[in-house]
């Protein structure tokens, strides 16, 4: 097994036995986010203590905590000097619907990491296309994340991967779509269901699109220097704003990737099980995790993901 550190230059291809391993990469450095994955994983979420990753899954539940991570470049700094509140009055939320994504998927065999390999592949190329397309209406500019898959330990931008029970995660010092791809299916629980893993990425390039939009930026200048209940409720509304944005594309492709009833319903089961228990105030309970999930399939429009305006009981 090879090293799944990110590489420096496009078309880069590390050698793994049975099968070479493609690396997307693209440029731009920023902020960075991760995401973990444990359990039954659906989906990927915001973390709350990582030392250098800035969201992250981990522990025995599907999400971790905050940490701080590297300030951002000139291109990632909020745009304060305009008077814009780029949370609650973005660009991305004027274009309307993303409109129907035709998505061409592979059948997928979780016991065989090229097929899971190529299957991420395909839903990551659907999710390029829809959101660099919906980012041209917007006259907004759009980078594709980086992809880096790993087999075995790394160190990326945002720190080393594996964490524990860590299966995938963002990091926007690079752009880096990082994916354990067979993690991600130990992590949940080796399940065939491809909307379990479809779900998990268009959760976490929704992340992505927080990125871009220049979002993050402006959550974790808002954030910072706030009490813990403060910093708590504003993580809940980034991170259920995600799991919208993951609709949203979910509510676009749907047909083309035959989710029904019953793929809708396991999606929402995973977002239930993903959401706060116990003493965990990070990523809201339950009804919400669903409410903003099935919101954003049912309305297709990130205007509907506007968590940040969002009366406060709707993010609890």
């Known amino acids: 097994m090879v090293s799944p550190a990110p590489t420096a230059g496009p078309g880069f291809w590390s050698e793994r036995p049975g099968f070479l391993q493609r690396l997307s990469v693209g440029v731009s450095f920023t902020l960075c986010v991760g995401l973990a994955a444990v359990g039954f994983t659906g989906f990927l979420a915001i973390s709350e203590m990582l030392p250098s990753a800035e969201a992250a899954w981990s522990g025995s539940r599907p999400f971790g905590a905050q940490g701080q991570a590297p300030g951002p470049t000139t291109a990632e700094m909020p745009l304060t000097d305009t008077g814009t509140d780029l949370l609650r009055d973005n660009p991305l939320y004027e274009v309307g619907e993303l409109g129907e994504v035709t998505c061409h998927a592979p059948e997928l065999d979780p016991d065989d990491p090229e097929s899971m390999e190529a ?33 075995a330990e790394g160190h990326s931008p945002c720190g080393p991967f594996p964490k524990r029970d860590t299966a995938a995660f963002y990091c926007q010092a690079n752009q880096g779509l990082y994916l354990g791809v067979e993690d991600i299916v130990a992590a949940s629980a080796g399940t065939d269901r491809p909307e379990a893993y479809t779900f998990l990425l268009s959760h976490e390039y929704g992340h992505h699109v927080q990125g871009q939009s220049r979002m993050l930026a402006e959550y974790r200048a808002e954030r910072a220097g706030t009490d813990q209940e403060t910093a708590e409720e504003l993580t809940r509304r980034n991170e259920l704003q995600a799991n919208c944005l993951g609709g949203v594309f979910l509510g676009a492709s749907g047909s ?33 995790g669903r409410l903003w999930t099935e919101h954003g399939m049912d309305r297709k429009d990130p205007a509907a993901c506007n968590t940040w305006k969002a009366d406060e009981d709707l993010v609890r």
């Open 119 to 151: 299957f991420v592949h395909a839903i990551a190329d659907c999710l390029d296309e829809a959101w660099s397309g919906y980012f041209a209406a917007a006259g907004m500019e759009f980078t594709s994340p980086n992809r880096v898959y790993w087999y």
């Open 256 to 288: 083309s990737l035959d989710l029904g009833r019953d793929e809708r319903e396991n999606i929402l089961d995973d977002v239930a099980r993903r959401s706060d228990h116990g003493d965990e105030r990070t990523h809201g309970r339950e009804s919400n």
